[in-house]
């Protein structure tokens, strides 16, 4: 039986019934209408905060990779970034747990992607993932449900910033794309941020 992160914020921070949430995650993406977009997507920007305020903001982000959807198929692996908003000393966290659960069910967490992170972050860096249980983060999982409702299957490696740090993020940045356009190849990128004044 695989360890599972269960929700801290379902039936809070978004629908905890699975009919009720998918129903409003579709109807924020049916809602959002993008223009043509030219190019690939190969990362959105979506808000974090409960759905009822800011569901209709991130159904256009994540109504941008469904065309990418219709062109190229479900990815493999999506990768979340996501800052912290509780306090960890570490620059760079990730989950301990294999799963997260949201009302839609379980979303795996890519182990060997994370590995393989860790260990080029630590060599490009200095530093690694530092791996963290039943943290009550709500900036991630907030993203989960649409990604549900626009992939399956796929694996989710996912990383929070406690620190709010910039100084070390283009060099991360430059590392994260690197092993997934290079060695995953197919992947999305998702990021949720905090206004920054």
């Known amino acids: 039986m695989p360890d599972v992160r269960p929700s801290p914020i379902a039936g809070q921070w ?3 019934d699975p009919e009720m949430l998918a129903r409003a995650v ?10 043509e977009l030219n190019g690939e997507v190969i990362a959105v920007i979506a808000p974090h905060a409960g759905h009822r305020y800011s569901g209709a903001v991130a159904g256009y ?57 860790n260990a080029i972050l630590e060599s490009e860096l200095g530093f690694g993932l530092s791996y963290v249980s039943n943290d009550k983060e709500h900036s ?22 406690p620190l709010q740090k910039i100084s070390y ?8 794309f ?5 060695v995953f190849c197919v992947f999305k990128l998702i990021v949720t941020v905090d206004v920054i004044s």
């Open 14 to 16: 978004y629908e905890g």
């Open 61 to 117: 982000a994540f109504a941008a990779l469904l065309t990418l959807r219709q062109a190229r198929g479900d990815p493999d692996l999506v990768a979340v970034l996501a800052p912290m908003h509780h306090p960890y000393s570490e620059p760079l966290i990730t989950t301990a747990h294999e799963a997260y659960s949201t009302p839609l069910g379980e979303v795996p967490v890519d182990k060997e992607a994370l590995r393989a992170l």
């Open 26 to 35: 579709d109807e924020y993406l049916e809602e959002a209408k993008l223009p």
């Open 140 to 161: 991630l999982e907030i993203e989960l449900p649409f990604l549900q409702r626009l992939f399956s299957p796929w694996r989710l490696p996912l990383i929070q910033n």
């Open 178 to 182: 690197g092993i997934y356009f290079f």
């Open 169 to 176: 993020l283009p060099r991360f940045c430059r590392v994260l």
